[in-house]
Antibody, heavy 117, light 110 residues
Framework: QVQLVESGGGLVKPGGSLRLSCVAS????????MSWIRQAPGEGLEWVSY????????YYADSVKGRFTISRDNAKNSLYLQMNSLRAEDTAVYYC??????????WGQGTLVTVSS | QSALTQPPSASGSPGQSVTISCTGS?????????VSWYQQHPGKAPKLMIY???KRPSGVPDRFSGSKSGNTASLTVSGLQAEDEADYYC??????????FGTGTKITVL
């Protein structure tokens, strides 16, 4: 079955950097667009970024544009999110999710990122 | 891109139906038939319940249905069951390679 497992979250100071990873299994990873979606504590969902199946195209929410970079390694069935210049408002659980039918049909369990001094 | 507007809460007794709305604009909900709905239990990842306005993924009970009129989409849960108590989020493609989520609605089964 489809599995998405995120890692890399943790506590980081404002202005710092963090790299999240998501390892996929149970499907042909290279066939699918992938997204990062976040959820601040007690809040709703916010789409962050998505990347095409080949990795040649990437798109970002305005709130993270210029600070976050999405990438993938299809040989390793892995998705990444490099987060730089982190702010307190970036504190959230970060989910990786698979695209299908212009929706997000499978989600990982999430990894918590806390930005605090 | 502003979040889509959902009522904060909705409720119903077991066996009843509940409908929640998701209001956007002509730039998102009204402009594309790419509305999806997600169920999220506390501490869990969201689960896709409806895609492309009214289609159900395999394994989702037919008690869940979706519709859209103009800039407002709706999710109806019929024959409410205790396990349906959860947060529900709508989402829409918003053009220019953007996606937007709704503010979320907590469904309580009385």
């Amino acid at each position: 079955q489809v599995q998405l497992v995120e890692s890399g979250g943790g506590l980081v100071k404002p202005g710092g950097s963090l790299r999240l990873s998501c390892v996929a299994s149970g499907f042909t990873f290279s066939d699918y667009y992938m997204s990062w979606i976040r959820q601040a504590p007690g809040e709703g969902l916010e789409w962050v970024s998505y990347i095409s199946s080949s990795g040649s195209n990437a798109y970002y929410a305005d709130s993270v544009k210029g600070r976050f970079t999405i990438s993938r390694d299809n040989a390793k069935n892995s998705l990444y999110l490099q987060m730089n210049s982190l702010r307190a408002e970036d504190t959230a659980v970060y989910y990786c999710a698979r695209h299908a039918h212009v929706a997000f049909d499978n989600w990982g369990q999430g990894t918590l990122v806390t930005v605090s001094s | 891109q502003s979040a889509l507007t959902q009522p904060p809460s909705a409720s119903g007794s077991p066996g009843q139906s509940v409908t929640i709305s998701c209001t956007g604009s002509s730039s998102d909900v009204g402009g594309y038939n790419y509305v999806s709905w997600y169920q999220q239990h506390p501490g869990k990842a969201p689960k896709l319940m409806i895609y492309e306005v009214n289609k159900r993924p395999s394994g989702v009970p037919d008690r869940f249905s979706g519709s859209k009129s103009g800039n407002t989409a709706s999710l109806t849960v019929s024959g409410l069951q205790a396990e349906d108590e959860a947060d529900y989020y709508c989402s829409s493609y918003a053009g220019n390679t953007n996606y937007v989520f709704g503010t979320g609605t907590k469904i309580t089964v009385l």
